[in-house]
């Protein structure tokens, strides 16, 4: 079993940025699989980044070149830099680690508004 916990998730206007972050309770490997998801109001929950097991990288076309995905293995932690946010970054944003279960983080909040 392993716990993931988010964090740095607010509220920022148009333009700015967030870093989110996320401390899995053992130790990650280069090899697992780990990634962001979001859940906006009304709707169904999407790939935002994903680090495959080989380390291929993904983005959805939405964040790419404003997101960027990465780990520091030695921290046990995630990371997703968000720059160049917009109102439709708005969401619920999750961690989650694929490594023969799914797991999920509680997720943590995102508001890009004015």
């Known amino acids: 079993q392993v716990q993931l916990v988010e964090s740095g998730g607010g509220l920022v206007q148009p333009g700015g940025s967030l870093r989110l972050s996320c401390t899995a309770s053992r130790r990650i490997f280069s090899i697992d699989p780990m990634g962001w998801y979001r859940q906006a109001p009304g709707k169904e929950r999407e790939l935002v980044a994903f680090i495959t097991a080989s380390g291929r990288i993904n983005y959805a076309d939405s964040v790419k070149g404003r997101f960027t995905i990465s780990r520091d293995t030695g921290k046990n932690t995630l990371y997703l830099q968000m720059n160049s946010l917009k109102p439709e970054d708005t969401a619920v944003y999750y961690c989650?680690?694929?490594?023969?279960?799914?797991?999920w983080g509680q997720g943590t909040q995102v508001t890009v508004s004015s």
């Open positions: 989650t680690m694929k490594t023969g279960s799914d797991y």
